[in-house]
């Protein structure tokens, strides 16, 4: 009966295997870590994109008496009061009783964000951040978007990989924006730039937003934002809104009274 040789492995070949698999490896995960190439962009999407950019780089300031309800859930909270709003980010809301006093005021720029609650002297500082938006508001929205939104813009998503024009609706053409976690429509008059309405899927925050129509050299009548699972939806509603007046930025600014418990979470 014939014995059989033990099987003893190259170590030189063993070790050139384990080298080209390691390399395969990194080659592979260099691949996968690589984002993909921005699409090209045609020459009207381009042009909608300025369009709708050059509009927002013409706001200034809003100052408007506004109402707001938000609604979370069974939960409505309504809010009337003067509002304030200074691109590219900063807005102060100073909500009144019906007798006139504050009971609420917010004020924020590209740093930072107080709430103060008035009847129960205490405030809250945040960083500037869309968590902070979401805590006062409901929505996680950074503080130049906000303000774009409340004044009837809305700012096209960063560094997208695609920009389309799509072709008009009911609500008139739309730009589609898709980057590397979300996707972003933007309706708008081609005339003018104005946003009509703006929708933001596939990312951590969904939401869709609906301007009512105003004056077309003034704010939107009104701003409704919802989210899709209908759990929230936030009504702004604008009476006498007065845009590019160039009114005083001290008026921005927020001193919260040394009586005041103050949380800082900055």
Same mark, same amino acid.
């Given at each position: 009966m014939a014995r059989r040789r033990p099987n003893r492995s190259n170590p030189v070949a063993a070790?050139?295997?384990?080298?080209?698999?390691?390399?395969?490896?990194? &080659?592979?995960?260099?691949? +996968?870590?690589?984002?993909? =190439?921005?699409?090209?962009?045609? #020459?009207?999407? !381009?042009?909608?994109? *300025?369009?709708?950019?050059?509009?927002?780089?013409?706001?200034?300031?809003?100052?408007?008496?506004?109402?707001?309800?938000?609604?979370?859930?069974?939960?409505?909270e309504r809010l009337a009061g003067v509002l304030l709003l200074r691109a590219p980010a900063s807005l102060r809301l100073e909500a009144l009783s019906p007798f006139g006093t504050p009971v609420l005021v917010v004020a924020g720029d590209a740093r930072a964000l107080t709430v103060w609650e008035v009847l129960g002297e205490r405030a809250y500082l945040f960083p500037a951040s869309p968590d902070a938006t979401r805590r006062w508001l409901g929505l996680a929205l950074g503080p130049d978007e906000l303000v774009a939104i409340l004044s009837g813009h809305v700012l096209p &998503?960063?560094?997208?990989? +695609?920009?389309?024009?799509? =072709?008009?609706?009911?609500?008139? #053409?739309?730009? !589609?924006?898709?980057? *590397?976690?979300?996707?972003?429509?933007?309706w708008f008059d081609p005339a003018s730039g104005r946003a009509r309405a703006a929708e933001w899927t596939g990312g951590a925050n969904p939401a869709r937003v609906v301007f009512a129509d105003g004056a077309t050299d003034s704010a939107p009548a009104g701003v409704t934002l919802t989210t899709p699972d209908g759990k929230l939806q936030v009504v702004v509603k604008y009476r006498a809104p007065r845009i590019n007046i160039g009114f005083d930025a001290e008026l921005l600014k927020l001193a919260v009274p040394e009586r005041v418990r103050i949380q800082d979470f900055r």
């Open positions: 070790g050139a295997l384990l080298a080209l698999g390691l390399g395969w490896a990194l &080659i592979q995960a260099g691949c +996968a870590s690589t984002p993909p =190439a921005p699409q090209p962009v045609s #020459p009207d999407a !381009a042009a909608a994109h *300025a369009l709708l950019e050059r509009r927002w780089e013409g706001f200034r300031d809003l100052r408007s008496l506004a109402e707001i309800t938000v609604r979370r859930g069974d939960r409505v &998503i960063k560094d997208p990989l +695609a920009v389309e024009l799509q =072709a008009a609706d009911e609500m008139g #053409p739309s730009l !589609a924006l898709r980057g *590397a976690e979300a996707a972003q429509r933007i």
